[in-house]
């Protein structure tokens, strides 16, 4: 879908960090940002403007020359981008407009880089490197005032980029909102299909097309590792110290080569049952729905997401997430959303009373409030429709 087929919000709050730590973190990457964005302004000034040509020509760059991680020295380019456009623009208009500099403590997020958890009113931002991230929360005004509800609790409206603000000694984020326009939505006629996935503990992975992965063996050989792991700590000696190692070794080879073969068998499905693409849920809401698994660390979570993309990129499919927001809670067969519904591995919806396998309902949510919240793959046929077991469903 092109950008003006949606409707677009932005929602604006202070934040509350928890610790001066967290705000020092911030504070760094902010200046981080700025010295990757006037190091890219400098490279791409009266060379190139497009987004993919500062990208190509300044990433890497500001990945050397800065802390940043690798989405965020891609927005820098993009910001980048966006000025020296902006400039030309001025030029053209037969005004002055020398190259971009970056001084106003602002930087850009987006859904890779910084997630929303509205249940519990909080974000989680990406800071320096790839994988350190602060969590903040949202001072939302009460009652009527607060506007930002009607965005934050809502299936329709779905979050896409944002920017962070330092301004008077308080943090701001700056979150866009953007759902599509009712018209367009019916305007959608090839039926490009897509794989729902649900990732859990006991089955590391279930499609929407009811294909199981199953953790059995993986948590039985995590715990027989810990078993022997806590026996050698107790010998304590260094030669114990130096098993404990090569067993950690040979345990991530292990996880590893299982969650290869799960993605193998994702994408296989995927192409089995004709799809375009495979969704996901965003990865940072998993880590908090499961604190008890032994093996489920977002690490885990993380490579199998890489290994399938990188299978998917191979076979032409793409590979998407959603919000993880209501697919465990809503019921799949008619939409009825409530906690009760389910209860550890079985779902029983409260409303219509049908059950299933909590982790099957929930791989057909994935896709179906993909397509329902307006997500669309970028630059490839649109999607409309997500595989079952037999056949697919449209929506209507
Ligand atoms: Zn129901």
């Not at 003006?4 to 709050?13: K, N, V």
């Not at 991530?252 to 049952?273: F, M, P, Q, T």
């Not at 409530?338 to 929930?362: I, L, M």
């Not at 997500?375 to 449209?394: E, F, W």
Request: net charge negative.
């Amino acid at each position: 879908m092109a950008s003006d087929e949606y409707h677009r919000r932005t929602l604006i709050t202070r934040l509350t960090l928890r610790s001066s730590e967290d705000g020092q973190l911030l504070h760094d990457t902010i200046e981080e940002w700025l010295d990757g964005c006037n190091l890219a302004s400098g490279l791409a000034w009266n060379e190139c403007h497009t987004k993919s040509d500062v990208r190509e020509l300044a990433k890497d760059r500001i990945k050397q020359d800065t802390k940043l991680g690798d989405q965020h020295a891609t927005l820098a380019c993009h910001e980048v981008s966006g000025a020296i456009k902006s400039c030309i623009e001025r030029r053209k208009n037969g005004k002055k407009a020398s190259h971009p500099q970056f001084t106003s403590r602002t930087m850009a997020y987006d859904r890779r880089t910084l997630t929303v958890f509205p249940d519990q009113e909080k974000i989680s931002l990406t800071t320096l490197g790839d994988h350190s991230r602060v969590h903040a929360d949202l001072c939302l005004p009460e009652g009527e005032d607060g506007y930002q509800h009607e965005y934050l609790d809502s299936d329709e409206w779905e979050y896409t980029e944002s920017t962070l603000h330092y301004r008077d000694g308080d943090w701001y984020i700056h979150l866009g909102y953007r759902t599509p326009k009712e018209d367009e939505t019916e305007a959608v006629t090839e039926n490009g299909t897509v794989l729902g996935v649900d990732l859990g503990v006991n089955q590391i992975a279930v499609t929407s097309t009811a294909r199981f992965f199953d953790a059995a063996e993986l948590n039985h050989h995590r715990r027989e590792f810990e078993k022997t792991r806590g026996n050698l700590q107790q010998t304590g000696t260094q030669s114990a110290h130096r098993t404990i190692e090569s067993l950690s070794g040979s345990e991530e080879r292990y996880v590893k080569h299982v969650l290869h073969s799960v993605a193998n068998g994702i994408v296989e499905e995927a192409l089995d049952h004709d799809c375009d693409g495979i969704v996901f849920e965003e990865l940072d809401g998993i880590r908090e729905d499961l604190p008890d698994a032994a093996w489920h660390s977002e690490w885990a979570f993380r490579k199998l997401k890489d290994y399938v993309e990188y299978k998917a990129e191979f076979e032409g499919l793409f590979v998407d997430t959603t919000s993880p927001r209501n697919t465990s809670k809503r019921c799949n067969h008619c939409g009825f959303t409530h906690e009760d519904n389910r209860h550890a591995g079985q779902f029983e919806c409260v409303s219509c009373g049908k059950s299933n396998h909590a982790d099957y309902n929930a791989a057909k949510n994935v896709a179906e409030l993909y397509l329902r919240r307006g997500h669309q793959p970028s630059g490839r046929r649109s999607v409309s429709q997500y595989a079952l077991k037999s056949g697919a469903r449209t929506l209507s």
